[in-house]
């Protein structure tokens, strides 16, 4: 019997991707050792961030990095280290009273994850009129927009990375860091391309954060948040249980800024934002993983996936596999009625696809969280579904 259903809870099939609704994707058998090595010690915790932040810092190139509890936990505690930096009052302060509460960020980038940055006492200032993205015109928001918009409550810049963000990540840095503004960039699910992992900070980001539980393949409460050395050092001590003597404390030399901080700040705004030791060691493995083994051979591997499902459904009609880093199967209905009523069949069988594409009558097979086993039943099903809904 399988703790699930020692459990009275069902697996379903996830051929909708890493989504977090749906558990998220599963971990390579040495990642979830390293997890199961880790919760049968215990260490200092500012020691195994150390040891996180050199796996990071070597993945990425940025100065220094910490594992959190996942990427909007990430956007939470950048956010609050833009506001602080190693202002241990403001720290102290925050989310009330402080002196720098406001991102800039455009309006054609706002999405639901951005609200992270609230927990943190922040409020967002909209620039650009996105005529592009609403259909009405060519035009986004511009650099001017962001430097014209910032202010002495202005705590830093968020940049939400798509492959058609505008304006441009180094247009934005050039104009905030004139200003003296630090620019922190949500990269959630901008994996793979591995080269990735170092562009933003490539481009002048302060702050980057990447999910550690989507195609990195650590555990799905993860998170990394790299960048400056001061900033990750904020970031960290507001995250950090504080609770013993301040001359038993200091910041292990990856994050160097101990000397700049007269005194410990109460816990911080991030305790909520923690990752357990085994949730670290995961992430580290997963991560030294994901880089070794280079984007070909991973895109191989989910392609080959995809061709078995494929191959299962036979000669289904409207069937395509697409390029790129991550391939996903389309299955092309003859309308978007057809295509949900598919959905809605498939999810009564426990099996989850994308529905991204629903109102195109497209229904998307996402690899990236598929197990071996799933991949005949999946293709099975989506026949099966497909054909009845016509």
Not at 50 to 79: D, F, K, M, P
Not at 146 to 156: K, M, Q
Request: hydrophobic share 50%; aromatic share 4%; charged share 20%.
């Amino acid at each position: 019997m399988t703790i699930y259903e020692r459990l009275g809870v069902t697996p379903i099939i996830n051929a909708a991707g890493t989504n977090t609704r749906l558990s998220g994707g599963m971990m390579h058998p040495e990642v979830r050792a390293a997890m199961a090595e880790a919760a049968d010690r215990c260490v200092e915790m500012p020691d195994l961030q150390a040891a996180a932040s050199r796996a990071i810092s070597q993945a990425t190139g940025a100065e220094a990095g910490i594992v959190t509890s996942g990427a909007a936990a990430g956007l939470l505690l950048g956010a609050a280290a833009c506001a602080a930096g190693l202002d241990v009052a403001v720290m102290n302060a925050i989310p009330f009273d402080m002196k720098r509460d406001r991102f800039v960020m455009a309006r054609s980038h706002r999405n639901m994850y951005d609200r992270a940055l609230a927990g943190a006492g922040c409020r967002i200032d909209e620039v650009g009129i996105p005529d592009r993205v609403s259909g009405a015109g060519i035009r986004d928001a511009e650099p001017e927009d962001f430097a014209a918009a910032f202010t002495d409550r202005t705590a830093g810049v968020l940049w939400v990375a798509q492959p058609w963000s505008e304006p441009a990540l180094e247009d934005v840095v050039r104009v905030a860091h004139a200003a003296g503004i630090p620019v922190m960039v949500d990269a959630a699910a901008q994996l793979p391309p591995a080269a990735n992992l170092r562009r933003f900070f490539e481009a002048g980001a302060d702050l980057v954060c990447f999910s550690g539980g989507k195609a990195i393949g650590g555990p799905q409460a993860s998170g990394i948040l790299a960048g400056r050395r001061d900033l990750v050092a904020s970031a960290l001590m507001q995250m950090l249980d504080l609770d013993l003597p301040a001359a038993q404390f200091a910041l292990p030399a990856e994050f160097a800024c101990d000397a700049a901080a007269r005194h410990l700040p109460r816990h911080g705004i991030g305790r909520p934002c923690k990752a357990g030791k085994e949730e670290i060691v995961g992430l580290i493995i997963a991560l030294q993983r994901f880089v070794a083994e280079g984007d070909a051979p991973r895109t191989a591997r989910l392609r080959a996936r995809l061709d078995t499902v494929r191959a299962t459904l036979g000669n289904a009609p409207g069937v395509t596999i697409t390029d790129g880093p991550v391939p996903m199967l389309l299955i092309t209905m003859d309308s978007p009625a057809e295509a949900r009523a598919a959905e809605a069949q498939l999810r009564r069988r426990d099996i989850h696809v994308g529905q991204g594409r629903l109102r195109d009558g497209v229904l998307v097979v996402n690899p990236l969280a598929l197990a071996e086993r799933d991949l005949v039943p999946l293709g099975v099903a989506l026949r099966e579904a497909c054909l009845s809904a016509l």
